[in-house]
């Protein structure tokens, strides 16, 4: 089992920035791609952004293209979401996914492992 421990969220304005970071500590594996979901009030969770296990390839959504950096440290077990221009309509709570079966035109099907959430809320 990997336990997923997510941190950085918070309240920012519109326009500003925030790193997002998801660390694994138990059975882990550099092997599997991992990624970052997102769960606004009242809607389902959607996919946000993954990444291989390498590091080298990654895959955002269409509205995240351009303001948002996913990122990976193998040596730490750890997967980061750099955030910014955000957006009133980023307010959600996020989760962090592993054991990843693919990183390309993920889903939440393809990942196995979990993290708690941690709230992100974007004043306008």
């Known amino acids: 089992q990997v336990l997923l421990v997510e941190s950085g969220g918070g309240l920012v304005q519109a326009g500003g920035s925030l790193r997002l970071s998801c660390a694994a500590s138990?059975?882990?594996?550099?092997?599997?791609?991992m990624g970052w979901f997102r769960q606004a009030p009242g809607k389902e969770r959607e996919f946000v952004a993954s990444?291989?296990?390498?590091?080298?390839?990654?895959y955002y959504e269409d509205s995240v293209k351009g303001r948002f950096t996913i990122s990976r440290d193998n040596a730490k077990n750890t997967v980061y979401l750099q955030m910014s221009s955000l957006k009133p309509e980023d307010t959600a709570v996020y989760y962090c996914?592993?054991?990843?079966?693919?990183?390309?035109?993920?889903?939440?099907?393809?990942?196995?492992?979990w993290g708690q959430g941690t709230q992100v809320t974007v004043s306008s």
């Open positions: 138990g059975r882990t594996s550099s092997s599997y791609a």
């Open positions: 990444i291989s296990w390498s590091g080298g390839n990654t």
């Open positions: 996914a592993a054991d990843g079966s693919r990183w390309y035109r993920a889903s939440q099907a393809d990942f196995r492992s």
